[in-house]
């Protein structure tokens, strides 16, 4: 059996203009090969056809001025993105994204026929499974901060793209059983771990009778909503 560690890595981060990924659009994204201390980078702006919301620009800095005059198509952006992707998969990279369900939501939902052909790795879903009484906010930055790894230019996609990838790295050599895994394998936990933390916290709301119909169990894309676990 072939560890994933062994494979290359291939970051992707976006940028959008809403937190929730089952109506954001792209603003900006990034997919990042990585080939040793080498990254072949390449950026996007696009014009989301929509007007970013202020508290979207508070975070990522992308204004509606800045798209209408530099960004391109966004379903020209988004399928160059899918396209990059497919390249990283088909030439053997792990594919890293932090937080992965809510970057691959937003690209599957403009992506008709959208399919994850490879290895995603997500160090989101890994350090709830591994570190999951950690008390603490699970942000980027903050899981950066947490393994003692690097983030430059935070919430712009090229700067989270590559601290998701050094996470990435770091983690099986923190948590050695998962340098154990192939690539098949370590898909198929991340579904799971991520599916029962998202169970677990249906359970947590419910206890405390509050809504739960728009938590979603499914990773990496959310295709449905769970009701009960």
């Known amino acids: 059996m072939t560890s994933w560690v062994d494979m290359p890595l291939c970051a992707v981060d976006t940028e959008t203009t809403s937190a929730d990924p089952n109506t954001a659009r ?3 994204a990034c997919v990042a090969a990585i080939n040793g201390s080498e990254v072949d ?9 929509i007007e970013i919301p202020a508290e979207a620009t ?23 993105v899918v396209e990059a992707l497919y390249v990283a998969w088909e030439s053997g990279r792990a594919v890293v ?14 992506s008709p026929g959208f399919e994850v052909r490879g290895l995603i790795v997500d160090p989101f879903t890994i350090d709830r499974e591994f570190d999951a009484y950690r008390k603490g906010k699970r942000t980027l930055a903050d899981v950066c901060e947490h393994y ?25 050599r923190v948590y050695h059983v ?4 192939s690539a098949d394998s370590l898909m198929e936990s991340q579904a799971n771990w991520y599916r029962e933390r998202q169970y677990s916290y249906i359970d947590y709301l419910r206890r405390n009778n509050r ?4 938590v ?11 009701t009960a676990a």
Not at 156 to 165: F, K, N, P, V, W
Not at 178 to 181: K, N
């Open 41 to 49: 980078s390449r950026t996007w702006v696009a014009n989301p056809g």
């Open 26 to 28: 792209l603003v900006t």
């Open 58 to 80: 508070d975070v990522h800095g992308i204004t509606n001025e800045y798209v209408r005059e530099h960004g391109r198509p966004h379903d020209e952006v988004v399928a160059e």
């Open 178 to 181: 998962l340098a154990l895994a």
């Open 97 to 110: 994204a932090y937080n992965a369900s809510f970057d691959f939501t937003v690209i599957a939902n403009h």
């Open 216 to 226: 979603s169990v499914e990773w990496p894309v959310r295709t449905q909503k769970a």
């Open 148 to 172: 003692g790894v690097r983030l430059d230019g935070a919430h712009s996609a090229d700067g989270d793209a590559l601290a998701a990838a050094r996470l990435a790295w770091k983690m099986p």
């Open 211 to 214: 809504p739960f119909d728009d």
